[in-house]
């Protein structure tokens, strides 16, 4: 069955890094575009990235476009978030999410925590 395990969260100081990942299996990864949302503490849902089926398109939300990169390696059906400068405001949990006709499958989140 279609399976995204994310991994890497975790708690970093502001200015700090993380990457987060991103395993996933039971489908063919490369024939999707796949996107990083987050959702913070008491909020709603917040696309944050995405990236196209062979990794050469990549989108951000302004919000993080400059500190963040999503990347991804077919072979071995992963994606990745390099997180940097990070901020207060990026604590969120962080999903893994398949594109095809919307957002259509999601992994059970990774948390990222920001404080000092």
């Known amino acids: 069955q279609v399976q995204l395990v994310e991994s890497g969260g975790g708690s970093v100081q502001p200015g700090g890094s993380l990457r987060v990942s991103c395993a996933s299996s039971g489908f063919t990864f490369s024939g999707h575009w796949m996107y990083w949302v987050r959702q913070a503490p008491g909020k709603g849902l917040e696309w944050v990235s995405g990236?196209?089926?062979?990794?050469?398109?990549?989108t951000y939300a302004h919000s993080v476009k400059g500190r963040f990169t999503i990347s991804r390696d077919n072979a071995k059906n992963e994606l990745y978030f390099q997180m940097n400068s990070l901020k207060t405001e990026d604590a969120a949990r962080y999903y893994c999410?398949?594109?095809?006709?919307?957002?259509?499958?999601w992994g059970q989140g990774t948390q990222v925590t920001v404080s000092s």
């Open positions: 990236i196209n089926n062979n990794g050469e398109n990549t």
């Open positions: 999410v398949r594109g095809g006709g919307g957002f259509n499958f």
